[in-house]
């Protein structure tokens, strides 16, 4: 099946290489078998399927991969299928490969861009959907000289549509969950084009699966960009929306878009705009923390919504966003706190604001959050 679909794809003109066939995730797959099929998607792990005498070679490349996936999203590099890994890879996310090389010149030569939205969803009034593809375009207008705008019918560069299971581009989607939505690089035809799974549970808010934030990764790609490993950026593959306050393009974004078109003329416009928020790096010497804490083994590390976690085992530290583990947990903590009870208090001085939380407890001047240590942790 495999090197059928092979076959179809080498037909499609280079700009659309990327656009291979997945073979699907499905939940009742055991752990091996998903996080291979997933290394196959975003990984290119090539299995030698049913030749036993290779098994070897087989699992040093999926040691290799599964290595690279680790360091992609700020990982412990194991190289071996820990539960953090595979939580890392059961979150929602992007159906283009991590490992895909964009080129630069693969880009659109117009700055003004036309786009049209073919239908709806049946989560979302259509009226919605405009308004939040409208905003997701003009986070990215905002800092270079392309401009969108939108057209009715067939006739536009960019085609946004919600699509189900296998629709006819090599791409088939997997229904609820996995994959959430896919894009083409700029180019004629479907290049550009932007599909959205149907079958999510798209919302406006961080109840199910957001479109804005959902679109705004997705022009990314349409606009010629491809997945970053900083896990600040809105090019960053899996899903992680959670504050609609917070949510923008990152420094990294805005350096990437920018060394492709170039900055936005207008001045005045860019002036009004809250600087780009950069990803701390850890051996920046003016580095400060928010708050360090021990989690078994572990020491962890806090910057606004970033942490790092050290083992003794490990070198290599990468960094995550806070969320990726405590979906409740806001940025810029005060101090965090394991007890012997295995859950850990996180701390934040009273008048920040914070929306959401798992439960919180006012204690003086302080919001406690409670979070609960899951096993593997
Ligand atoms: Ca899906
Ligand atoms: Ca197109
Ligand atoms: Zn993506
Ligand atoms: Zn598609």
Known sequence: MWTLYWSVTILLPPCLLMALPLPLLRPEDDRLEFAKKYLESFYRFKPNSGIRQRRMTEMDTFQDKLKEMQRFFGLQETGELTSCTLDAMRKPRCGLSDVETFEDTVKWKNKHLTYSIANSSPAVRSSKVRRAVKKAWRLWSNFTPLRFLQRQGKEADIMISFKTGDHEDNFAFDGN???????????????????????????????????????????????????????????????????????????????????????????????????????????????????????????????????????????????????????????????????????????????????????????GPLYVWVSQRSENN
């Open 177 to 363: 969950g996995g994959i959430l939505a896919h894009a083409f690089q700029p180019g004629d035809g479907i290049g550009g084009d932007v599909h959205f799974d149907e079958e999510e549970r798209w919302t406006m808010n961080s109840s199910g699966i957001n479109l804005f934030a959902v679109a705004a990764h997705e022009f990314g790609h349409a606009l010629g960009l491809p997945h970053s490993s900083d896990p600040g950026a809105i090019m960053h593959p899996a899903y992680n929306f959670v504050r609609i306050n917070e949510f923008g393009l990152s420094y990294n974004d805005v350096q990437s878009i920018q060394k492709m078109y170039g900055v936005n003329p207008d001045v005045r416009a860019m002036s009004r705009l809250r600087l780009p928020p950069k990803t701390p790096e850890k051996c920046d010497p003016g580095l400060s923390f928010d708050a360090v804490m021990t989690m078994q083994q572990e020491m962890v590390f806090f910057k606004d919504r970033f942490m790092w976690r050290t083992h003794p085992n490990f070198d290599q530290v990468g960094i995550t966003l806070i969320t990726s583990l405590w979906s409740a947990v806001p940025s810029n903590i005060d101090a965090a706190y394991e007890t012997s009870e295995n859950t850990i208090l996180f701390f934040k001085v009273l008048g920040s604001a914070a929306a959401g939380c798992l439960a919180w407890i006012p204690k």
